[in-house]
Structures are given as structure tokens and as C-alpha cells.
């Protein structure tokens, strides 16, 4: 019989914050060839396009890249529709923009023992030195494909909608032992005290 897991008392810090968010998901992508072009033209609009593999926090919204000239932009609820038909038409014909809210699923993970704890289902080496604060990948947890963001608050997470509830309950089992706490949701604004940047919808 192997020993039980252990189990923080309750002075012991928390492992592991687990929150979700509903939040704005928008893929802007490029047209092929047309990528500095667009580029252009949404940092015009206060919105700096990070490079491969890097993700970029202002006040209000967070953008990642983690496939070649696709970035997803992440920022607080809006009318249904609203973000994506603003960029879409911003973006003219150098690339076009797509509302993901419903498609993906958001959540944040915070505390000493998040990257150990990830650690123990993702392909990716969450080491702070490989995995710094701005980076962001595709990883495959819990044999579901999903989104990570290093971010000065911790680690965002983003699943398919229709397995994020197999996701979410992965992380709670594998966070136990860790100390869970699950917590209110979180919003936008709270994944970075940096408030130095602003990015901004087109008006």
C-alpha cells in the first residue's frame, strides 16, 4: 500500500490558485505575404503583434503568438461579435480576424507550485530560465491540446471549450497534493501589475 499524498495544513502557503475567466478570444491572421502589412496596421491602433512563440500584456488585453503570422487576442467581454468585426474591418486586406470566445476556454493558474505541477502532464520544459514571463506554446495536457502564456501573475491556460472541463478537472486532481485553492474568476487586468503599455480596440 503506498503512502498518502501530502497535504498542506492549513499554515502551509498554497500551492496552486486554479480561477477561469470569460473573456474575448480573437484570432487575427494574416493574409499570406501580408504579415508586415498588418502588422502596420494594428500597431497604429496600439496593438504590438509579439513575435513566434512570445506574448505581449497590456492593461486591458494580452496577445500571443503561438503559430506563424496567427495571433490570438485575449481581453475583457464585449458585445458578442464586437472585437472580431472591429479588427476584421481594421485589418483590410492584409489579414482578417475571427471570434474564438466560444471555442476556447480560459484558465489561470498562480502560486510556488505551478510549473512543478504542470510539469507532471505537458511536453514543455517550464523551467523559469526555458520558460520565461512573455513566453507562450502549444503543448499538448492531459492529451488535450492547449495554449500556455507565461505571465508576470502566473500562467494562463487555454483549452477547447469542449474538453476544458476534462482539463480543469486534470489540474485539480494533479494539484491536490500541492495545495489547491480554487478561487473568484479572474479578469484581464489581473494576469500583470504592468501598466506602463496601453493597447487599444481600432476606433
Same mark, same amino acid.
Request: proline share 8%; aromatic share 2%.
Given at each position: 500500500?503506498?503512502?498518502?499524498?501530502?497535504?498542506?495544513?492549513?499554515?502551509?502557503?498554497?500551492?496552486?490558485?486554479?480561477?477561469?475567466?470569460?473573456?474575448?478570444?480573437?484570432?487575427?491572421?494574416?493574409?499570406?505575404?501580408?504579415?508586415?502589412?498588418?502588422?502596420?496596421?494594428?500597431?497604429?491602433?496600439?496593438?504590438?503583434?509579439?513575435?513566434?512563440?512570445?506574448?505581449?500584456?497590456?492593461?486591458?488585453?494580452?496577445?500571443?503568438?503561438?503559430?506563424?503570422?496567427?495571433?490570438?487576442?485575449?481581453?475583457?467581454?464585449?458585445?458578442?461579435?464586437?472585437?472580431?468585426?472591429?479588427?476584421?474591418?481594421?485589418?483590410?486586406?492584409?489579414? =482578417? $480576424?475571427?471570434?474564438?470566445?466560444?471555442? #476556447?476556454? &480560459?484558465?489561470?493558474?498562480?502560486?510556488?507550485? +505551478? /510549473?512543478?505541477? @504542470?510539469?507532471?502532464?505537458?511536453?514543455?520544459?517550464?523551467?523559469?530560465?526555458?520558460?520565461?514571463?512573455?513566453?507562450?506554446?502549444?503543448?499538448?495536457?492531459?492529451?488535450?491540446?492547449?495554449?500556455? =502564456? $507565461?505571465?508576470?501573475?502566473?500562467?494562463? #491556460?487555454? &483549452?477547447?471549450?469542449?474538453?476544458?472541463?476534462? +482539463? /480543469?478537472?486534470? @489540474?485539480?486532481?494533479?494539484?491536490?497534493?500541492?495545495?489547491?485553492?480554487?478561487?473568484?474568476?479572474?479578469?484581464?487586468?489581473?494576469?500583470?501589475?504592468?501598466?506602463?503599455?496601453?493597447?487599444?480596440?481600432?476606433?
Amino acid at each position: 500500500m503506498s503512502a498518502p499524498e501530502p497535504r498542506p495544513s492549513h499554515s502551509e502557503t498554497v500551492g496552486v490558485r486554479l480561477r477561469g475567466c470569460t473573456m474575448d478570444i480573437i484570432q487575427i491572421a494574416a493574409v499570406r505575404g501580408r504579415a508586415r502589412e498588418l502588422e502596420r496596421i494594428t500597431r497604429e491602433r496600439g496593438l504590438q503583434l509579439p513575435a513566434l512563440g512570445r506574448a505581449a500584456l497590456g492593461p486591458e488585453q494580452l496577445v500571443l503568438c503561438v503559430r506563424p503570422e496567427r495571433w490570438l487576442l485575449v481581453a475583457p467581454p464585449a458585445s458578442p461579435g464586437a472585437g472580431a468585426q472591429l479588427w476584421h474591418t481594421a485589418c483590410g486586406h492584409a489579414g =482578417a $480576424a475571427l471570434d474564438l470566445s466560444c471555442a #476556447l476556454s &480560459a484558465l489561470h493558474l498562480a502560486g510556488p507550485a +505551478v /510549473r512543478e505541477m @504542470l510539469g507532471r502532464g505537458c511536453r514543455l520544459d517550464l523551467d523559469p530560465d526555458a520558460f520565461p514571463a512573455g513566453a507562450a506554446a502549444a503543448t499538448i495536457i492531459a492529451q488535450v491540446s492547449v495554449i500556455l =502564456a $507565461a505571465v508576470p501573475s502566473g500562467v494562463l #491556460l487555454l &483549452a477547447p471549450s469542449s474538453t476544458a472541463r476534462h +482539463v /480543469r478537472a486534470w @489540474l485539480c486532481g494533479v494539484a491536490r497534493p500541492f495545495g489547491l485553492m480554487p478561487q473568484a474568476d479572474f479578469t484581464v487586468a489581473e494576469l500583470s501589475g504592468d501598466h506602463r503599455s496601453s493597447c487599444r480596440l481600432p476606433g
